[in-house]
């Protein structure tokens, strides 16, 4: 099957040119002006910018939170993924305690299995580290995973400082990456405790319990650990201008650090945790909403290339039946926000489109350095030869607002509810299939695992 996509401007991490694209069996094989390909199925992308199938690198579909379990699965997540432009996801397989990786894995990869609509991949979330642990980790990077996460908070899924660094140097031998959930988890039980012992219960003093310096102290523990380990480190969703200072001190300093943070800090703020009848409840992710200082600052290091990546941290609960289960307890409210098929129309509307980053820094951080981060660089991330045929065509000009009523996310709200949108997925094609047009899915099973290697992080050290 031929695919040509023509009359759309071709924009790059790098670069943004006019061009016509075709891809066959699944890549793209020519890229110029004026390609001509009678067999092929054509579509006219006049006017419309071409960037490459997005990625959202932090999503969590099918998952257990202990008292319930996320809204949307893979089915659902996936189709309202793909219908806003992201055509790979890389979710979380985390381990049980006393169990395997691979069994966590073999659990996740049954759990997408002929329902993804998009192209995925796992991270494996360490919460049990042991000898027989570590010697799995080379098998898996063998088999194409090379991601791996640790938690410094949560009592149940956390590991220790000195397993941390064990973890690291294990990663590093097979040029794996470690992500990090970076806040201090025994300060914040601590504070958590005391505000529920005033009587201090209601969603807004969520943020309190989880201040940003309990973030930014563990960003910063997570660099000295991981220069101690000669490793480069992750920090996922990163929230607060206190912990981006302390990330960049890293870097300073030395450290190997990439930065990820999600659309929900830049454009929400903690004002949304006082709303009136629990409807603070909504807004309730860790780490937690920031005051509006914290936007400025991840904008503006948006904007300088200090942050690498723009997730979502997808993590689906209902406001009705699920995050109201913390009526009376915000430390019982489900953690976690929707936002899989907005993130693309977010950061353009938002970053963009008020021309505070360019449509090439829109690519890097939702696309390309993600892909190269993670070890799908150059199938995904780019429009090269040899690359999938995951384009989507972006219709810069159409405006409209998000609603719950017309979202494909299997969730009850919105925190975006009422947000101005400029521009919109117009297209998407995945591997050259048309997978959704005009945010209507067409495709909805097609979606295949990747096997990934290292991150590019080592290839760069050795050219």
Partial sequence: MKTLIKNGTIITGESSF?????????????????????????????????????????????????????????????????????????????????????????????????????????????????????REIPELAAAGVTSFKVYLAYDHLRVGDGEIYDILRQVNQVQGILGAHCENGDIINRLTDSLLRQGKKSPCFHPQSRPDLAEAEAISRLTYIGQMAEAPVHIVHLSSQAGLAAALHARQRGGEIYIESCPQYFILDDSSYSLPDFAGGKFVCSPPLRAKPSQAALWEALGQGSIDSISTDHCSFNWKGQKELGR??????????????????????????????????????????????????????????????????????????????YQLQNVDYTPYEGYMIQGSAKAVFLRGSLASENGKVLITDKGKYLPRHGCDYFRRKTE
């Fill in 328 to 405: 009376h307890d915000f430390s019982k409210i489900p953690n976690g926000l929707p936002g899989i098929e907005h993130r693309p129309a977010l950061m353009y509307s938002y970053g963009v489109a008020t021309g505070r980053i360019s449509e090439n820094q829109l690519v890097a951080s939702l696309s390309e350095n993600t892909a190269r981060l993670f070890g799908l660089y150059p199938r995904k991330g780019k429009i090269a030869l040899g690359s999938d045929g995951d384009i989507v065509v972006w219709d810069p000009n159409t405006q409209g607002t998000i609603t719950a009523t």
């Fill in 18 to 134: 006019p061009g016509d694209v075709l891809i066959e069996n699944g890549r793209i094989v020519a890229i110029q002006q004026g390609l001509a390909a009678p067999d092929a199925n054509i579509y006219d992308a006049a006017g419309c910018r071409l960037f490459p199938g997005f990625i959202d690198a932090h999503t969590h579909l099918d998952m257990d939170a202990g008292t319930t379990v996320t809204a949307d699965n893979f089915q659902t997540g996936t189709a309202a993924a793909i219908a806003g432009g992201t055509t790979t996801i890389i979710d979380f397989a985390t381990q049980d305690k006393g169990g395997t990786l691979t069994a966590a894995l073999e659990t996740w990869m049954e759990k997408a299995k002929g329902l993804s609509a998009c192209d995925y991949g796992f991270h494996l979330a360490i919460t049990d580290w042991t000898p027989a642990v570590a």
